[in-house]
């Protein structure tokens, strides 16, 4: 028996090491994004670079309806798991463990990726399946430290996750087109179901998924790391064969239109809290997708483009998948703008610059149309990512009080 006053070692260990997960409403507002989420992320990232080198091989219609299923699919994972850590999750041995599950779960569906619209799509299924079972049973696990209102509050999305489990599992059994359309419509009917139980939720009420600083981050930084996709794309173009000097001039200004990605999305929405609202919760969150995607696809593109430098004009599939990335890009950062703070507090600012991206996006569609050559498709492609931060840099020019610099990389559209 032990000592009074002792507790037995292996109950502090547990204590300590393998804290049970954490109940609604004890999400911590304060907290630091640490390197095990990092790691996180960057598994994910290479999901998300293996179904933009498939994309790059394969810049079609068809193509991009696979990649924009199959990275639906990711993205919905990677926005459980984070999530999950977000409200439950404690910087201790059972985060590890947990963490570790979901990665050891996505290295096998990373490597089904390439050929999921396949020959290797029953395959991709089978691990999806597993891997959206996983993520039921970890919120099925905090649900039981739950109140019993919570744990009912709680219950749809468990079975939603598992439900979307059970589809994908079940989807390896159709052939190959029914099977990437089954994998599209789930990514649709679940982030329904994920907007409509996050809106019928009362502001402040302790099942509400706050966006927090560390979740914000969490964001940022995975869009950071997507961008490397495209300097990623503009590598391989060039490593595919000695550049020359027209070569490496596309290639140059394909990292400059990657960049152009890069300070679109930090100087107008990065780093800014979304209002504290289901509705604005459910726009910043849902926002990020199309954004991310875009981006990675952006990338895809410029391997082709940097690869056929030379031709008198860019290739069809080329020119639409990277002039679309960037106008989706474009409408993207402005969907997830209307919902910061920012928005109604500098109306004068993000109004016309909202209608400045809209005009702008068109402008970046007209000229996929037109298939310029690479290197002028390019270089106005970068212009027209300008024409906003422009805009910006001219309301800023307006204001009484000097622009100020950051060291957090906030640009001239900054209003925390």
């Not at 439900?163 to 989807?171: I, P, T």
């Not at 419509?185 to 009420?205: I, K, S």
């Not at 024409?387 to 906030?410: F, K, M, T």
Request: proline letters at 7%; a positive charge; glycine letters at 10%.
């Amino acid at each position: 028996m032990p000592e009074p006053g002792r507790e037995p070692t292996l109950r502090r260990l547990r204590r300590r090491l393998w804290q049970p997960p954490r109940p609604h409403g004890e999400q911590p507002r304060e907290r630091v994004v640490g390197p095990l989420e990092l790691f996180y992320d960057l598994v994910v990232v290479v999901l998300v670079a293996q179904a933009a080198h498939h994309l790059a091989g394969q810049l079609s219609w068809r193509g991009t309806g696979e990649y924009a299923a199959v990275f639906g699919l990711v993205w919905i994972a990677w926005l459980n798991g984070s999530a999950h850590h977000e409200l439950h999750g404690h910087e201790d041995a059972r985060a590890r463990v947990t963490f570790l599950l979901q990665v050891l779960v996505l290295v096998p569906l990373g490597a089904f990726i390439p050929q999921a619209g396949g020959a290797r799509g029953a395959s991709f299924a089978v691990a999806a399946g597993v891997l959206f079972a996983v993520l039921a049973l970890l919120w099925v696990l905090a649900s039981r430290g739950d109140e019993p209102g919570m744990r009912r509050a709680s219950r749809p999305y468990i079975v939603g996750t598992a439900f979307c489990a059970a589809v994908l599992g079940a989807s390896a059994l159709l052939p190959a087109g029914a099977r990437v359309w089954t994998w599209g419509v789930l990514d649709l009917l679940y982030l329904t179901g994920l907007a409509a139980l996050v809106l019928r939720q009362t502001p402040g009420a302790r099942t509400t998924l706050t966006v927090t600083d560390a979740f914000i981050e969490r964001f940022g930084l995975l869009i950071i790391i997507v961008l490397g996709e495209t300097v990623t794309g503009v590598v391989t173009g060039l490593a595919a064969e000695p550049p020359d000097a027209l070569t490496l001039a596309v290639a140059l200004v394909a990292v400059v239109t990657g960049f152009g990605a890069w300070w679109t999305y930090f100087d107008f929405v990065g780093h800014r809290a979304p209002r504290p609202a289901p509705p604005a919760t459910v726009q910043w969150m849902l926002a990020h997708l199309p954004l991310t995607a875009a981006v990675a696809a952006m990338g895809a593109a410029m391997v082709d483009l940097v690869e056929h430098a030379h031709a008198s004009r860019t290739g069809a599939g080329t020119a639409w998948v990277l002039c679309t990335g960037a106008a989706v890009v474009l409408l993207s950062t402005m969907l997830v703008a209307g919902s910061l703070t920012v928005w109604r507090s500098k109306r004068d600012l993000y109004r016309p610059l909202s209608r400045t991206c809209a005009a702008t996006a068109l402008a970046c569609l007209a000229l996929a149309a037109v298939r310029p050559a690479p290197l002028v498709l390019g270089v106005v492609l970068v212009l027209l990512l300008g024409i906003p931060w422009g805009v910006a840099v001219a309301y800023l020019l307006r204001q009484p009080e000097p622009a100020v610099d950051r060291p957090d990389g906030g640009g001239p559209g900054t209003g925390r």
